[in-house]
């Protein structure tokens, strides 16, 4: 997660402090969106290993790119919209390039 993290302040990569090295910068909110976005997407691949809550899995896979998108992310999307049967959204999504990390 930290690579995928900038100060929001001075742009120092984030190194999984809570306070900035380089700025001193107080970085518990990304920090705290970086692991609920991890535990939506969590919770979005045990939705789609159950097989059985596409519609919940999809849910928490935008959820979780809302927060905070990220290339593997967007992949878990594109594997919900498929599982949710969405294949025109899977397939816009599929061939769009990668979000840029923030």
Same mark, same amino acid.
């Given at each position: 997660m930290s690579? %995928?993290?900038?100060?929001p302040t001075? $742009?120092?990569?984030w190194r999984g @402090?809570t306070? +900035?090295?380089? +700025? !001193?910068s107080? *970085?518990t909110?990304?920090?705290?969106l970086?692991a /609920? @976005?991890?535990e939506? $997407?969590? %919770? &979005?691949?045990e939705a789609?290993c159950?097989?059985?809550? =596409? @519609?919940?899995a #999809?849910?928490l &896979?935008r959820?979780?790119?809302r927060?905070?998108a990220? =290339?593997q !992310?967007?992949r *878990?999307?594109?594997? &919900? *919209?498929? @599982?949710? !049967?969405q294949?025109?959204?899977?397939? /816009? #999504?599929?061939e769009? =390039? =990668?979000?840029?990390?923030?």
């Amino acid at each position: 997660m930290s690579e %995928a993290f900038r100060c929001p302040t001075c $742009r120092a990569p984030w190194r999984g @402090a809570t306070i +900035c090295p380089r +700025c !001193g910068s107080d *970085l518990t909110a990304i920090m705290r969106l970086a692991a /609920k @976005a991890w535990e939506l $997407r969590e %919770a &979005a691949r045990e939705a789609l290993c159950a097989g059985d809550r =596409p @519609a919940y899995a #999809l849910d928490l &896979a935008r959820a979780a790119c809302r927060l905070h998108a990220t =290339p593997q !992310g967007q992949r *878990l999307l594109a594997l &919900a *919209l498929l @599982a949710a !049967g969405q294949m025109a959204e899977a397939l /816009k #999504l599929i061939e769009r =390039p =990668p979000e840029p990390l923030r």
